[in-house]
């Protein structure tokens, strides 16, 4: 069965500090890999996607993610994290119209 | 200035009765979907719809219904069926590009409390 695994319920860095949020997933083949970040009571924001291609994908707000098939994995990754960043992190995982979320990732940035 | 609406952003209701959440897209996108989301989990699909006047069921359709009779619109309604209303509930929706790939963009979302 497809799943999503955030092994990371909630995260604090310092800002400034860097970041990675961890996601791994299990699909029959190889899956469209998108990272979402969540304001509370918002919407989802799409950072970055991964369809095809050079494994390194990078996104918006300095963020970039690299795929690795070996281990399944499609982690989230910044140098340098600002105030702003705080939010809940998403990874999803699927084809076109099968789409599987993990269960989010909560990032709290201390000054 | 193109987008996703949903409305009301906030709603509360009645134990037993059925309400139906709004969802508007000016992206001319063809399919639209709609998620459930609850603390601590990732979304849930709930169903559907790649054209008009066609929809699927996604993973927890059950107490839900929905209707696809423009393109622009994806109304759910949560049904008294429904035994967990509660929840923050998005719209999503994607057009496939020419690789045939699909990024789905999500609404801002509406909060359903049932009393």
């Known amino acids: 069965a497809q799943s999503v695994t955030q092994p990371d319920i909630h995260i604090t860095v310092s800002e400034g500090a860097s970041l990675e949020l961890r996601c791994n997933y299990s699909y029959g083949a190889t899956p469209y890999l998108f990272w979402y970040v969540q304001s509370p009571g918002q919407g989802l924001q799409l950072l970055l996607k991964y369809f095809s291609g050079d494994t390194l994908v990078q996104g918006i707000k300095g963020f970039e993610a690299e795929f690795k098939r070996s281990q399944s994995s499609f982690n989230l990754r910044k140098p340098s994290v600002h105030w702003s960043d705080a939010a809940e992190y998403f990874c999803a995982v699927g084809s076109n119209n099968d789409m599987r979320f993990g269960a989010g990732t909560r990032l709290t940035v201390k000054p | ?115």
């Not at chain 2, 992206?27 to 699927?56: C, E, K, T």
């Not at chain 2, 839900?64 to 209303?85: D, G, I």
């Open chain 2, 1 to 115: 200035d193109g987008g996703i609406t949903q409305s009301p952003k906030y709603l509360f209701r009645k134990e037993g009765q059925n309400v139906t959440l709004s969802c508007e897209q000016n992206l001319n996108h063809d399919a639209m979907y709609w998620y459930r989301q609850d603390p601590g989990q990732g979304l849930r699909l709930i169903y559907y719809s790649q054209i008009v006047n066609d929809f699927q069921k996604g993973d927890i359709a059950e107490g839900y219904s929905v209707s696809r009779e423009k393109k622009e619109s994806f109304p759910l309604t949560v049904t008294s069926a429904q035994k967990n209303p509660t929840a923050f509930y998005l719209c999503a929706s994607s057009i496939r590009s020419g690789r045939g790939r699909r990024e789905q963009f999500f609404g801002p979302g509406t909060r359903l409390t049932v009393l």
